[in-house]
């Protein structure tokens, strides 16, 4: 429990980044170690290329703009605090917190986890999922068996179906819609260990 | 009306019955020493019972004349009398499911065993002996393997798999605490004096404890399949009452042997080597269902030639499966379950849509059938006097036990596999699950299969275990729904499959994986992203056709079946007006807006469709609605499309397309074998298709980006007289002025044909989406047709021959020709519109 405690104690305000994100101390010291061994140069933030350097994130299709995510438009580093919050949006929901009526919504709703997949889409920052932008995800993700006339006319279709206004464009209230029968709390949700 | 059809159905089945009792009777006259034998087995199914019969059936008599005709019962008595049975037996489900104010209180499996009694009852009468039985071998050659073959191939296989963890625990934890504990308690109790003098020693009491516990999978299927609990509860009451089938009987011969050996013998060593012996006959059983599994992929990679027999290699592999691993002494449960599990996947890629239909509905005919049987000889088999030995103590102890410790093993089992659930399993849950622990069948072949020299009590358990299949299948049947709907539990949601919901589950997979990654730990779903990498890689090269490889990929594969669904629906509504109007008309990018229409703006379609009846526009006043509701036209000459009616959507949608859409071309080759779509021997007709309904389905986008708003308008407007009800504007006919600037998207031909006014107000009624009309392809496609329409009789066949002309021809007067002859002579003749021209 002291090793527990000055390790904590190392982190700054982490009684308010434990309020925010609902991580318990083990949580936050296991992520804040794995922060250190991303960090390998010791600056105390990530940049891109650590993340880069994860092996397996390099495998993914969508890898880049997952670490993407990380990053606020035109920073090039990322702190433990925003670090822990990013990671928070996919902490499972728990039933037994209480919830108070006029409490922030917490990290991990189901809107911010869907916000954080939208943005993942959406890459110029305008609200809105263009068919080209749906484009670029789909082509990264399907592969190599499918032609890229099939790719197009995919993403056209998938862009009718959740398109209520008929602007050819996927707005976050249409991405929330189309997906209103997932269950979201499942699906975006992983199992951090303590 | 009804009551004289249950009655009439009644009298049948009696009847039917009393055939068969009646040669049952007459056999017992002619056949006095095979007659326990032969009658019990043609109670169920063919056995080797032909020596017999040959022996009798053939007796030479010396014949003075020729007859013309002779009485030769026992030349088909075995196979005769099974058919009787197996008749009677769906008779009497069909008896069961007369009445659905009746099942939908009472579980069928139940009403069906209480069926079972009387039947026993008469037979009783008759015999004064209970001449059918439900015999083990019978039980478990014959009936189990086709349900456990369809319940693991129509297993929801990603599921299966994610809970694949907790389904084992239960399985194998589960029934070893099962099974010991009821033995042990109830051996506990009997020590005790609970069951005043019995000849049961400590084994046996295991023994019966390792039989008792196994959960049946036909029970639990024939009760869950009523009350559509959430899938993760499903899975796991059902992918565990697969398993610990499998499980049970491998501690059942565990404890047999034990129980042979004799107390003394069994020393640590013998101890161990049943433990082993139980993991290798249960793993063992399941790599042997893995390796038919590879086999059979493997084997309809090369099966095209042969489709019309492609599903029955399925079948006839599945059950070899199962004989083999009970050839190895392994668990043939197992064996078959996961042949069919693992190999679903590959099998539907590799075979022919019309196979993978074919093989779904026999193995789901032959599965609801033995099914049947075995509720139906349950029942018959208790009306035996000479297995009825009572024992207050053991039988009350025995049902208390079995449901207390499943309830203690459940809750237990959870709380330790919640402890690292992402998403726990709840209290509700866990409460159906333990009380969804139905022993059925199984249960009572392990029984009957009991060797009466070894335990001298085997009447006294097989009455019991009687006992409680009927205890667990009807009164916790009965009470399951009440039970569901009392404590809330979820029940199974039904979503519609959209590219949206596949894209976005591929994204979040991989959004899960990075975080995974970023957090440096294996999850799970390191793992699953492992083997998919193995899967694409290594499996799917050996498992898959090369152009099956093609299509698997899900997002792909959801987008194709869409396509097809509406390219079907687009077909089915043409055909239903008789003509090929729809096609200008309904335009085919009308189909999925229609779907959201159907769904959201629901209350406002009749009014649309109602006040244009009024307009009376000629053909379209076929009201949108219907057309949805029943994609397949009323009146109709194919009877293949009638029996089609009641299968799924997606199912339909492949097979009308591939009656209808490209028939026509199929027919002219020599061959009959390939379905259109997926084949690389004709990749332009899937062009075809693809290029089609996606160059219709795109234009209004287009368009609409083009700029010219209206078409976008349209839509949105029904939402919102969604709100304050129709004001008259969807519904009056010349709602579309407002919108007349939709003609600039036409062009020339297709607005030639939108001066005639009855076309114009139905397109932008029925299909508000889609007003604007595609310029490119479909119109033109229509005008050959229609024309031809009037000289030919109107055949899928016709199709094929737009499809030359489609391109090319643009012949914009005939198309207005045929559209207002069609508009005068249509009205009249609407309802017979298919019959006269078929």
Not at chain 2, 356 to 378: C, D, H, P, Q, W
Not at chain 2, 434 to 459: F, Q, S, T
Not at chain 2, 551 to 565: R, S, T, V, W
Not at chain 2, 760 to 773: L, M
Request: charged share 20%; net charge neutral; proline share 4%.
């Amino acid at each position: 429990m002291g090793s527990t405690n000055s390790t904590l104690l190392k982190i700054p305000n982490v009684e308010v980044l434990m309020q925010e994100t609902g991580f318990s101390p083990a949580h936050i010291i296991r992520l804040h170690d794995r922060f250190k061994a991303l960090d390998k140069e010791g600056r105390g933030h990530l940049c891109p290329q650590d993340f880069g350097a994860i092996k397996e994130l390099a495998m993914n299709p969508i890898g880049d703009r997952i670490i993407g995510a990380f990053f606020s438009p035109g920073k090039e580093m990322v702190d433990f605090h925003t670090f822990v919050k990013i990671l928070a949006h996919f902490r499972p929901v728990d039933k037994d917190r209480p919830k108070e009526p006029n409490s922030p919504e917490l990290i991990n709703s189901r809107s911010n986890k869907l916000k954080f997949a939208f943005q993942l889409y959406d890459q110029d920052k305008d609200g809105k999922i263009s068919r080209d932008e749906l484009l670029k995800v789909l082509r990264a993700m399907l592969g190599m068996q499918v032609t890229e006339e099939q790719l197009e006319s995919i993403a056209d279709r998938t862009i009718q179906e959740a398109d209520l206004d008929r602007d050819d464009a996927i707005s976050f209230e249409e991405f929330r819609k189309s997906l209103e029968k997932v269950n979201i709390d499942h699906k975006m949700s992983i199992r951090f260990l303590r | 009306m009804a009551f004289l059809q249950q009655f009439a159905l009644l009298l049948a089945l009696l009847i039917v019955f009393s055939t068969s009792c009646k040669a049952a009777t007459l056999e017992v006259d002619s056949v006095e020493v095979g007659h326990n034998y032969s009658s019990k087995s043609s109670a169920t199914e063919k056995t080797s019972t032909s020596t017999n019969d040959s022996t009798d059936g053939h007796a030479p008599s010396v014949i003075s004349t020729l007859p013309i005709v002779t009485w030769k019962w026992h030349h088909v008595e075995t196979p005769y009398l099974v058919a009787l049975w197996i008749l009677t037996c769906w008779l009497c489900k069909l008896v069961c499911e007369l009445n659905h104010s009746v099942t939908s209180v009472f579980p069928e499996s139940g009403l069906l065993i209480m069926l079972g009694f009387i039947l026993g009852g008469i037979v009783w009468g008759a015999d004064k002996a209970q001449t059918f039985k439900l015999i083990p071998t019978n039980f478990f050659y014959y009936l189990l393997p086709q349900i456990i073959l369809d319940a693991s191939y129509c297993m929801p296989n990603k599921l299966f798999f994610s809970n694949l963890g907790a389904i084992l625990i239960h399985a194998i934890i589960g029934t070893c605490w099962n099974a010991g504990t009821v033995g042990i308690a109830l051996w506990a109790c009997y020590e005790g004096g609970a069951m005043g003098n019995l000849n049961i020693g400590p084994l046996q009491f295991l023994l019966f404890g390792a039989l008792i516990s196994a959960v049946d999978p036909v029970a639990v299927i024939a009760v869950f399949e009523e009350v559509h609990v959430n899938e993760v509860l499903y899975i796991l009451v059902f992918g565990e009452s697969l398993l610990n089938d499998g499980v049970t009987v491998v501690l059942y011969n565990v404890f047999d042997a034990f129980v042979s050996l004799g107390g003394p013998k069994i020393n640590a060593a013998e101890i161990i080597k049943g433990i082993v012996s139980f993991f290798v006959v249960a793993f063992g059983g399941s790599f042997l269902g893995v390796v038919f599994a590879i086999l059979i992929s493997m084997l309809t990679r090369i099966t095209k030639n042969v489709q019309v027999i492609e599903a029955g290699f399925i079948i006839v592999l599945g059950y070899l499966s199962y004989l083999t691993a009970e050839m190895l002494s392994l668990s043939a449960i197992l064996s078959i379950t996961f042949c069919g599990v693992c190999c679903q996947k590959y099998i539907n890629a590799n075979m022919d849509e019309k196979s993978v239909t074919t093989l779904r509905y026999t193995l789901k005919v032959m599965a609801n059938g033995s099914e049947t049987m075995i509720f139906v000889f349950l029942g018959v088999s208790a009306i035996d006097k000479n297995i009825w030995v009572w024992n207050t103590g053991f039988i009350l102890l025995t049902i208390f036990f079995v449901v207390i410790f499943r309830f203690i093993g459940v809750f237990f089992l959870n709380w330790i596999l919640n402890q690292s659930r992402l998403i726990p399993i709840d209290i509700t849950d866990q409460f159906v699950m333990a009380y969804g622990g139905l022993r059925g069948a199984v249960a009572y072949g392990l029984a009957a299969i009991l060797d009466e020299k070894k335990i001298p009590e085997k009447n006294l358990m097989l009455g019991t275990t009687l006992i409680v299949v009927y205890f667990t299948v009807i009164l916790q049947g009965i009470t399951m729904k009440p039970l569901v709907q009392w404590l809330k539990v979820k029940k199974a949601t039904h979503s519609d499959l959209t590219l949206n919901g596949k894209m976005n589950n591929r994204a979040f997979e991989h959004i899960l994986t990075a975080m995974e990654d970023i957090c440096g730990r294996m999850g799970d779903n390191w793992w699953t992203r492992h083997w998919n990498y193995f899967e694409d890689k290594y499996v799917c090269w050996l498992l898959l056709k090369s152009d099956a490889r093609k299509h698997k990929d899900p997002i792909f594969g959801a987008f194709h079946k869409l396509n097809l669904e509406d390219a079907t629906k687009y077909v089915t509504e043409g055909e239903r007006k008789g003509s090929l109007d729809f096609i200008r008309n309904y335009d085919s990018a009308s189909v999925d807006f229609k779907k959201k229409l159907a769904l959201e703006y629901g209350d406002i379609t009749p009014y649309i469709t109602a006040d244009m009846s009024e307009y009376d526009f000629g053909i379209d006043n076929v009201p949108v609605t219907s057309v949805m509701k029943n994609p397949i036209p009323s009146v109709s000459l194919d009877i293949h499309e009638q029996d089609r009616k009641s299968m799924p959507d997606d199912l339909s949608a492949h097979h009308l397309l591939a009656q209808h859409l490209y028939k026509s071309r199929r027919d002219n080759r020599p061959t009959y074998s390939r379905s259109h779509y997926n084949t690389s021997e004709n990749p332009d007709e899937m062009q075809e298709i693809f290029q089609r309904t996606m160059r219709s389905r795109l234009e209004p986008f287009k368009s609409a980006k083009m700029g010219v708003n209206p078409a976008k308008k349209l839509s949105k407007h029904p939402k919102k007289d969604s709100t304050h009800k129709p004001n008259g504007k969807p519904a009056d006919p010349h709602r579309t002025h407002p919108y007349g600037d939709e003609d600039f998207e036409f062009s020339a031909d297709s607005a030639s044909s939108s001066e005639i006014a009855g076309n114009f107000h139905r397109r932008s009624t029925n299909t508000p989406g889609a007003g604007v009309d595609n310029p490119t392809g479909n119109n033109t496609a229509v005008a050959p047709s229609q024309r031809a329409q009037g000289r030919l009789p109107w055949t899928p066949t016709n199709l094929r021959h737009l499809a030359p002309l489609r391109m090319s021809t643009r012949s914009t007067d005939s198309f207005v020709m045929a559209d207002a002859s069609l508009d005068e002579e249509a009205p009249e003749e609407k309802p017979g519109t298919h019959h006269t021209r078929l």
